[in-house]
């Protein structure tokens, strides 16, 4: 099984920078992902990991260590929209033949003036 | 990135009676079709992946006799709630994939409540 561990609920400024941190336990790890999910809607994907190091997408950078298991969500120039659940998903090759993902509970961002 | 649609967004419907929902991809071929649950304030849970005419594979728990799922082509896939109760109101999400490795991409959801 996998053992996918974020925050509950983190606040942070208009403006600021904010890290959301991904923790994970797998046997086949196969890319980490993050998604965004506003309050009654569908997620969105934000980004994707696989091999280890920084992804930068514009405000948005997510981080990889495979050896430590750990991964985080950077968000840059935090705007009020920002405010939303944050979520980890691992995939790996030995759970359900590489098909799926497993996601973490995710971490409610709350953004403040 | 890719679209995926999910129709209807909305549902109520009394007990004891049938619900389908469908998911369509529509930019890409969708080989793989993932549904998901999502009840308030928790995570996304997988119910069940299906690949394109092949039968469907069901998360421990879920019973594949209640959820019905259909993937015909690889654009639709149909999640059908069979005999829904009040404790089948939940969130259900689809997902889409074109092939191993790549990215899914989530539809926007359709909110089922069970009276």
């Known amino acids: 099984g996998q053992n996918i561990d974020q925050p509950t609920e983190m606040t942070a400024t208009e403006g600021a920078i904010v890290q959301i941190n991904c923790t994970y336990q797998?046997?086949?790890?196969?890319?980490l992902f993050w998604y965004q999910q506003h309050a009654g809607e569908a997620p969105t994907f934000l980004s994707y990991?696989?091999?280890?190091g920084l992804e930068e997408k514009g405000r948005f950078s997510s981080f990889l260590s495979r050896s430590k298991g750990y991964s985080y969500l950077l968000l840059k120039e935090l705007q009020m929209k920002d405010s939303a659940s944050y979520l980890c998903?691992?995939?790996?090759?030995?759970?359900?033949?590489?098909?799926?993902?497993?996601f973490g509970t995710g971490t409610q961002l709350k953004v403040e003036l | 990135g890719a679209v995926v649609s999910q129709h209807p967004s909305w549902v109520i419907c009394k007990s004891g009676t049938s619900v389908k929902i469908e998911c369509r991809s529509l930019?890409?071929?969708?080989?793989?079709m993932f549904w998901y649950r999502q009840f308030p304030k928790q995570s996304l849970m997988l119910m069940a992946t299906?690949?394109?005419?092949?039968?469907?594979?069901?998360e421990q728990g879920v019973e594949k006799d209640k959820f019905l799922i259909n993937h015909a082509s690889l654009t639709l896939s149909t999640l059908t709630v069979t005999s829904a109760h009040p404790e089948d109101s939940s969130f259900y999400i689809c997902?889409?994939?074109?092939?191993?490795?790549?990215?899914?991409?989530f539809g926007p959801g359709t909110r089922l409540l069970v009276l």
């Open positions: 797998t046997s086949g790890f196969n890319g």
């Open positions: 299906s690949n394109e005419g092949s039968k469907a594979t069901y």
């Open positions: 930019d890409f071929q969708a080989t793989t």
């Open positions: 990991n696989v091999l280890d």
């Open positions: 997902s889409a994939r074109a092939a191993i490795g790549e990215t899914q991409y």
């Open positions: 998903a691992v995939r790996d090759l030995l759970t359900g033949g590489g098909n799926k993902l497993t």
